[in-house]
């Protein structure tokens, strides 16, 4: 479930586009995108995928 200031729009978004908007969109507050930054690692599945995402870094 989206937080409460997130709006609708978090939860009804069909495409990965529409999602990656909606979460830039709640981490334009630099506060906010280093916690973000910070949490994401503690969610296994998708810390190993980010590694294969970073330019320069081998697969």
């Known amino acids: ?8 729009w978090v939860s ?3 495409s ?3 999602k990656v908007q909606a979460a830039t969109d ?4 630099d506060e906010v ?3 973000v930054s910070v949490e ?6 998708a810390a190993a ?5 970073i330019p320069g ?3």
């Not at 479930?1 to 609708?8: D, H």
């Not at 709640?26 to 507050?29: F, G, H, N, S």
């Not at 994401?40 to 599945?45: N, S």
């Open 1 to 8: 479930m989206p937080p409460p200031n997130a709006g609708p």
């Open 12 to 14: 009804t978004s069909a």
């Open 16 to 18: 990965l586009d529409e």
């Open 26 to 29: 709640l981490t334009r507050d």
């Open 33 to 35: 995108a280093v916690e």
């Open 40 to 45: 994401q690692p503690r969610r296994p599945a």
């Open 49 to 53: 995928k980010v590694g294969n995402r």
């Open 57 to 59: 870094r081998p697969p």
